[in-house]
């Protein structure tokens, strides 16, 4: 990774420069973004953050920013190497499948806040859920300054996404031989050859 003079990486100066580009907008709007959830983190990782990053995992990628009120988007005291580590683990043995963020030790207003840029999934890994809630339950997308669950439907989707869909080669639970068409199974073996 490549290093400025100053000592900071390449990664953690794109972070700085993304942390002081989106916090006057949301200081502007007075909410979180679609692509920026901010959390005080005051009491340590909030655990409602894997929501977020299964979110922006499923969508268009996000940033995470630790150490700011949700309120006025003003410094909260934090434990920054905690939480960058808490974070760290939470996307690794938490989500399925991993997510590995960029995190960065960022500063606003001069005070110290752990930043993650949160990538998006390539689509033949998605849905990215939370791994207790399981994939149909645990699967979420942004919605202007929220997480929404997918649908059945759209986790169908994204699964089906992931290459040539294969339901047609599932056993049919209950299904017996004496259930088959002795004449469309003849059909189409004659076709088949």
Known sequence: MNTGTDGHTAASAELQAEVDTVVPQLRAAATDLESVEVKSAAGGFPDSVLKSISAFSNGR????????????FLPTPIDIAKLAADLASACSDDLEPKVRPTVGICHVDGNP?????????????????????????????RVHDGNRRLTDYEIHVMVSG????????KPVDGARLEHLDDALVSDLLRRLR
């Open 162 to 169: 992931r290459g040539q869909p294969t339901d047609d080669a």
């Open 61 to 72: 990628g996000g940033l995470l920013i630790f150490g700011l009120s949700d309120a006025d």
């Open 113 to 141: 806040v752990v930043a993650a840029r949160v990538p998006p999934l390539g689509h033949q890994h998605r849905p990215c859920y939370v791994r207790v809630e399981g994939m149909n339950q645990g699967s979420y997308v």
